[in-house]
Nanobody, 122 residues
Framework: QVQLVESGGGLVQPGGSLRLSCAAS????????????MRWYRQAPGKERELVAT????????NYADSVKGRFTISRDNGKNTVYLQMNSLKPEDTAVYYC???????????WGQGTQVTVSS
């Protein structure tokens, strides 16, 4: 029903920036994008998948992993059914596959994007 499609990943040099997008679709009148808490996760080679950032349904509250605070910004546009992750001052340790995640506030439904590769290297 709900699909999450990510874009914006790629190769960037240390200190550079990337903006990831996650476009959500498949919602109905009674099940809208604004009913979902959105998150970004990432998984680096040899590491466990970790939570990077969370944003609430109206964008009024955000939370970040300590490793990205001050550098990454999560935002959402409910009119476009899209969540973003602006990544600045990128470091080699940010290299990972980044995943978009949606959780309904009314039930246990969870959805994952396909993941997009971010590589930070000179």
């Amino acid at each position: 029903q709900v699909q999450l499609v990510e874009s914006g990943g790629g190769l960037v040099q240390p200190g550079g920036s990337l903006r990831l997008s996650c476009a959500a679709s498949g919602f109905t009148f009674s099940d809208s994008f604004s009913d979902y808490t959105m998150r970004w996760y990432r998984q680096a080679p040899g590491k466990e998948r970790e939570l990077v950032a969370t944003i609430t349904r109206a964008g009024g509250s955000t939370n970040y992993a300590d490793s990205v605070k001050g550098r990454f910004t999560i935002s959402r546009d409910n009119g476009k059914n899209t969540v973003y992750l602006q990544m600045n001052s990128l470091k080699p340790e940010d290299t990972a596959v980044y995943y978009c995640y949606a959780r309904s506030i009314y039930n246990t439904f969870e959805y994952w994007g396909q993941g997009t590769q971010v590589t930070v290297s000179s």
